[in-house]
DNA sequence: GGGGGGCAATGATATGCGTCAAGGCAGAAT
DNA sequence: ATTCTGCCTTGACGCATATCATTGCCCCCC
């Protein structure tokens, strides 16, 4: 399982000013300091599973997470990526309900977890962590109505081009300036797209033929960006 | 456009125990009542437009909504069905960005307009609002990433099954118990399955020459509900 | 009454994409 | 080395679904 230990500081977590917590009041933060646990789960390791009951939030200070849903037939869609500073499982805790999704670490990363009481009492004296949760939750919610928008509109080519640019958008490339910095089984890309496995391979190899990108393994270098937007053909 | 009049009280709205506003703070309900608008918008009417900047909430006080995108191509995709009680606009308000969806009135509707600066000044005071609101926002990601992972697993016959389930759910069935009390065009239900409209029109033939449902006209009547939850096959 | 426009219905056709099947390749295990 | 296992890749096939085209219906308007 994750190995759990204690970090003393949440004033200095090195995602302070990226996450939910930047707008939280100073005394806020100093109360989850002292009561987070904060664990590292190895790749593969799943934080928390469809179904059952939210006992807190996690924050990820390091890593990369997917959360995906599981369908009737136990094909997953992965329905958000998850980065170092972003917070996960608020959505199951708010609405007080199971969570609806499974969260799985994609490398080893380092997560904080705050208990749900603590977390919903800050909540409730600090407007400011409230705002930026609000914030937070509406800037989910728009992507998954355009994400909703797309599935049911766009041929799987676009989408396949709009989810690297995602891919690209949220953990961005490695030194070089063209490969992502993520490693995602073929499969994987298929439940973030929305199609079959062999589907997503097969216009893979499009690209790369086309030289939008190479492929190396599970390595994935963009070449020619504009080629991919025009390919994603985003206007909205 | 839209007929404006006073509605002298929100503490009185006939929805008032079933909306966001039920939790917030009895001062608060009276300066809302002061400062909002009151307005009748026709069936078809726009209340408010894609790419167009926020300067408030809207409050359904009665009537009936649809909430769409307009996707590239120009066909629309309607990602939320709003009823008396619930409030719309906020989204956009909330991260400060232009509103993504077009507002239509399905059927004519009375709406209150609040507008933003009260509204974002009063989210700061009130904590039971702010709560609420979080709670609206989080099941209604919920519900949007349940429509992600449906879109991109389910075949349209079952997606169809599942909308006229969803529309029971939202707008509730007439006096005789069996027919949905929103009359919607094919298109608009094929907008919202995410198909074509005339694979909607074949499918609700095919479900009519089944049993499962009666068409008269926009009157769709769900006569066998235990074979379209069958056929809607859902597990999550 | 007779056009005309919008919407519903249905058929014909095309095709995108999912599914099944088989083979290749690389890394792990023995 | 050698088997094994998991993942990637490619091909063949068929179906579900989009698209195009036509017809009919109903309601409104002149």
Do not use: W
């Not at 204690?6 to 100093?30: I, M, T, Y």
């Not at 963009?222 to 909205?236: H, K, S, V």
């Amino acid at each position: 399982m994750a190995t759990p230990f204690h970090n003393p500081s949440c004033q200095h977590c090195k995602d302070r000013f990226s996450s939910v917590f930047c707008k939280a009041e100073q005394c806020n933060l100093e109360q989850i300091a002292e009561a987070k646990v904060c664990s590292v789960y190895r790749k593969g390791q799943v934080i928390f599973h469809e179904g059952a009951y939210p006992f807190g939030v996690y924050c990820v200070n390091d890593g990369k997470i997917k959360l995906s849903h599981s369908g009737d037939d136990g094909r997953e869609q992965i329905v958000r990526l998850i980065k170092a500073g972003d917070i996960m499982g608020y959505k199951a805790l708010l609405s007080n309900e199971r969570y609806t999704a499974t969260a799985m670490a994609l490398e080893d990363s380092s997560i904080c977890f705050i208990p749900k009481d603590l977390f919903l009492s800050i909540l409730q004296k600090d407007a400011s962590l409230s705002f930026e949760m609000m914030r937070i939750l509406s800037s989910e919610l728009r992507k998954a109505e355009l994400k909703i928008t797309h599935l049911a509109q766009k041929p799987v080519r676009e989408r396949l081009a709009e989810t690297l640019l995602f891919i690209k958008e949220t953990y961005g490339l490695e030194e070089d300036g063209h490969t992502l910095s993520v490693r995602l089984s073929r499969e994987e890309i298929a439940n973030l797209v929305g199609t079959a496995t062999e589907s997503a391979i097969r216009l893979l190899s499009e690209f790369k033929k086309d030289g939008m990108i190479e492929l190396e393994g599970k390595k994935i270098r963009l070449l020619d960006m504009t080629e991919i937007i025009r390919t994603a053909n985003l206007q909205d």
